[in-house]
């Protein structure tokens, strides 16, 4: 009798901290990828508030690809205290459609290392994070173009003048 209260016990307390982890609700993703220098990190509910969004393991695996094409390494981070500890890894493939689920990070899931369809509703808000990067990316390099121009300008209106 002990051991079946034990048991309920322990249930009770893991089932609730897993249905949890299945909706997803990471705090943030870490990408990497061509194009990327360094990681960005992302925050966009879209993509950090459902497990299913890259794709929906729940559809079963696919063949592996020939050529998946240009892929993104994605990092599913949960924050606990002062720390962000990974959960997760896979690699997001949206230009061809693909998810190479690597698998949990610090555990083991049936998911594991197998070939997935892509979630179409994944790809507007990962490019949307791509092209705010880009965005930021050209920003100080504008920036010290206007400078560059001003500098110029008033050389040659010095120039003139003299």
């Given amino acids: 009798m002990k051991k079946i209260i034990f048991l309920f016990l322990v249930l009770g307390i893991l089932i609730p901290s897993t249905l949890g982890f299945a909706k997803g609700e990471f705090d943030y993703i870490v990408i990497k990828g061509p194009g990327i220098t360094g990681d960005i990190s992302a925050t966009n509910p879209e993509l950090t508030q459902d497990f299913f969004i890259f794709a929906d393991f729940s559809q079963g695996e696919i063949p592996p690809p020939s050529d998946p094409g240009q892929g ?5 981070m949960i924050v606990k205290g002062s720390s962000a500890d990974p959960f997760d890894q896979l690699h997001y493939y949206p230009y ?3 998810v190479y689920y690597d698998g949990l990070v610090n555990g083991s ?3 594991d290392g ?4 892509a979630n179409p509703a994944a790809e507007a808000p990962f490019r949307a994070v791509l092209a705010e990067r880009a965005r930021f990316t050209w920003i100080p390099f504008a920036v ?3 400078i560059m121009a001003g ?4 050389y040659r209106s010095k120039a003139t003048k003299e």
């Fill in 109 to 111: 899931s049936e998911y």
């Fill in 72 to 76: 993104y390494q994605i990092v599913r």
């Fill in 144 to 146: 010290l173009v206007v």
């Fill in 114 to 117: 197998k070939w997935y369809a």
């Fill in 96 to 98: 061809t459609g693909y």
């Fill in 151 to 154: 500098f110029f300008i008033a």
